[in-house]
């Protein structure tokens, strides 16, 4: 299977593991030349909560890539693939996480999606998390989940 476009998808929990999902798209997507779709999907509440703490004027109608672009998980990735030389272009989301990104990875016709995700307690090792669950239910595509280093 070729690989030309790779969903690398974030959220606000993931910046304890933003290193471990750069290294994993680069690994996945730089052999193959493929342009990575980075993408960030916030809730309403954390979308509000970017656009304050970015600064953006609340009076216009701020676009969610916009945000995406500057908030600072996006900023260190897009870092990791140019020091790569790996192609991306930045997609920020605004809605239920899951729904987002397996929405998303079907317009963009990913062949991959990768995700990342916290190490569970001995009983939810069993289980993913609920995003990241269903993201790998749904996808139309294979999914790689990426956890943190401790």
Request: glycine fraction near 8%.
């Amino acid at each position: 299977m070729t690989l030309e476009t790779v969903l690398l998808a974030v959220g606000p929990k993931d910046s304890d593991r933003i290193e471990e999902l750069g290294e994993a798209v680069v690994e996945i997507a730089e052999p193959a030349e493929a342009t990575v779709v980075v993408t960030h999907v916030f809730t309403p509440s954390e979308f509000e909560q970017a656009v304050g703490r970015l600064d953006f004027d609340s009076t216009s109608d701020t676009d969610a890539t916009e945000v995406a672009r500057r908030h600072s998980t996006i900023r260190t990735l897009t870092g990791i693939l140019d020091s790569a030389g790996v192609e991306y272009e930045i997609r920020g989301r605004i809605g239920d996480h899951a729904t987002e990104i397996v929405d998303l990875s079907t317009e963009v016709g990913a062949d991959r999606v990768v995700v990342g995700g916290r190490k569970r307690s001995p009983s939810g090792k069993a289980v993913f998390g609920s995003v990241a669950q269903d993201i790998m239910l749904e996808a139309p595509c294979p999914v790689t989940f990426v956890k943190a280093h401790e």
